[in-house]
């Protein structure tokens, strides 16, 4: 069987959705529950907030993973060490809970119960936390491995704001799935006092979709056309260059619209936008540049391409997913709606990086 032929990935996309969709509950039980006294909240090496909702969420992505394909790694961004520390024994015990109530919530259509779900099942805190280690495969190329970034835009998830969770599978270098939920976006970008919650899927060859949380109403993206033409930019100011960006909004006519997550590239990939542009910030003193993760951008790389959209790295080159847990030289990313307007934004950015530095080569028109 090829990697685009119909029967491709059939079963791995609706394990995906499986994982995804329950990991959605926890996170939206979690901002309920726990978030607004931010008392379960650990930090990260970088300073980013790491809430329980996290580890509770790749908990059970993982767990879905290990049960239907036993075999294959997962390449994840956090790690248990933190939650088996004695100090931080009510964080597990939360932890622990919510995994386990949402892995035991009752099948939906398309959900095995041979994949840990279902309320048969018993989930061990140590059975919980070793699913959360799994997470930690290397990556590289010639092989068959998830991704899973269990909220990104974790700053968005604390106020409120756009979050995602993130699920891919990439083969021999090649993304050929991509899921994400996103459970604060509306269902129709026109109706946004309606019902929020969705979760779009990307199969390799066979077009990209939104569902609702509950499985249900799938939709072929792209859908809708925005009146105005936006470009989807990261909402933190440090995580990219503004004055680059509002460099290229102003000579291409563009609206920023600033957003945390993957939750971009959905809304991209919907029509709500025309071009999703990271350029990273600026760096002093020496300091090495930010190498982005394949998993803050596999999921969503797929979900352009499949809705007919085109995705490259600030130069043009195609993004590597086979460098191990990075992307090396792919520095700035650039998702259009079309492949025209893909070249016209490429070149406005190597004119407003030579604005920025006029050191710089002179940019082919």
């Known amino acids: 069987m090829s990697l685009t032929s119909p029967e491709a990935f059939s079963v791995e996309k ?11 509950l926890v996170t939206s039980t979690v ?47 956090e790690g248990a060490d933190a939650l088996r520390q004695g100090s931080n024994t009510k964080l597990r015990e939360r932890v622990v809970s919510l995994a386990t109530n949402a892995l035991r919530e009752d099948l939906i259509d398309g959900e095995k119960a041979q994949w840990g779900l279902g309320s048969q099942h018993e989930h ?41 969770v993130c699920l891919s599978l990439i083969v021999n270098s090649q993304v050929v799935l991509g899921v994400i939920g996103c459970p604060n976006i509306q269902i129709h970008p026109a109706n946004p006092d309606e019902e929020k919650g969705c979760i ?11 569902i ?27 995580h990219t260059n503004i004055p680059l960006i509002r460099r290229v909004s102003d000579e291409l006519h563009l609206t920023e619209w600033g957003m945390d997550s993957q939750a971009k590239y959905c809304c991209l990939a919907r029509g709500e936008g025309a071009v999703y542009l ?33 995705i490259t790295d600030s130069e043009g080159a195609p993004l590597q997913f086979g460098l191990g847990r990075g992307m090396g030289e ?19 950015i190597k004119r407003a990086q030579l604005a920025e530095d006029p050191k710089k080569t002179k940019p082919t028109l």
């Open 14 to 24: 609706h394990v995906a959705i499986a994982a995804v969709r329950r990991a959605c």
């Open 31 to 77: 901002f309920n529950q726990l978030v607004r006294d931010r008392t379960d909240t650990l930090k990260k090496e970088d300073d980013s907030p790491v809430t329980v909702g996290d580890y509770a969420a790749q908990a059970v992505i993982n767990t879905v993973l290990r049960n239907a394909f036993p075999e294959d790694p997962i390449v994840g961004e």
């Open 124 to 164: 061990s805190s140590e059975a919980l936390l070793k699913a959360i280690d799994e997470g930690n495969d290397m990556g590289g190329p010639n092989k068959r491995m998830w991704t899973v970034d269990p909220i990104d835009g974790t700053k968005g998830f604390l106020r409120g704001g756009q979050y995602a």
């Open 200 to 210: 779009f899927v990307a199969v390799r060859g066979q077009g990209a979709f939104q």
């Open 212 to 238: 609702t949380l509950s499985g249900t109403s799938a939709i072929k993206l792209p859908f809708f056309s925005s009146e105005k033409s936006y470009v989807l930019q990261s909402e933190e100011p440090k």
């Open 278 to 310: 990271r350029m990273p910030a600026p760096t002093t003193g020496g300091k090495q540049p930010y190498e982005e993760r394949i998993w803050d951008h596999a999921p969503g790389s797929i979900l352009i391409e499949e809705a007919g959209g085109k």
């Open 330 to 348: 792919n520095r700035g990313f650039v998702a259009t709606v079309d492949e025209e307007l893909h070249a016209r934004v490429v070149s406005a």
